[in-house]
């Protein structure tokens, strides 16, 4: 069974991080949200709260598949401060595994300086031709082993990107159909 793991810091974009778990849980992969606060429950840039499955220092996360990086402000930010999380996406990448992060969530990998001649996608402003990316507005783009989303209104499309990488197109397309996404 795949694995991923998607990283949950205090404002965090609700519908994208819960739009991918649920989705990936639906094509059978095994997603752990991981908070990266120090506390179980993570709430997200609308105060939703949300219970992760495991605090970041509970896992080495050797086994992922994937990591997923959503979206929000502050999230992001909060995201980017976590020294254990940026070990593990470069770690991730290093071992050509996917990375995927949407919105606001790819300045992430611009910062570390992943995109360099990538096509990448983020939410508007978020990232520009400074890091080297080959900017798209395509709603989700993946180049090798990195997935970028635009936002909230994409992220069943980012979702379903996802679940074709790690379990193939007719799962992504069974799941698809079920949601009656279009």
């Known amino acids: 069974m795949k694995k991923a793991y998607l990283f949950l810091a205090y ?5 994208e991080a819960l739009t991918a778990v649920d989705l990936l849980r639906r094509a059978d992969i ?5 908070s990266v606060t ?4 993570v709430t997200g840039r609308s105060r939703i709260p949300v219970v992760a499955d495991v605090k970041i220092d509970e896992s080495s996360f ?6 997923i ?21 470069k770690k991730q990448n290093e071992a050509g595994k996917l990375i995927c992060a949407i919105c606001a969530g790819p300045m992430i990998f611009a910062h570390l300086g992943l995109l360099k001649g990538k096509k990448a996608t983020s939410y508007p402003t978020c990232i520009d031709e400074s890091c080297g990316a080959i900017l798209s507005e395509d709603s989700v783009c993946t180049d090798g082993n990195i997935v970028t989303s635009r936002g909230v209104g994409t992220a069943i499309d980012f979702a379903l990107e996802i679940i074709r990488l790690l379990a193939g197109e007719a799962k992504a397309a069974e799941v698809k ?6």
Do not use: Q, R, W
Request: one cysteine or more.
């Open 38 to 41: 120090g506390n179980d429950i």
């Open 11 to 15: 404002g965090f974009e609700e519908v």
């Open 62 to 67: 050797c086994d992922a598949d994937a990591v």
């Open 30 to 34: 095994e997603v752990t949200t991981v």
């Open 177 to 182: 159909e079920s949601i009656l996404a279009k």
């Open 69 to 89: 990086l959503p979206g929000g402000m502050p999230g992001v930010t909060n995201l980017e401060n976590c020294e254990k999380l940026i070990s593990v996406i």
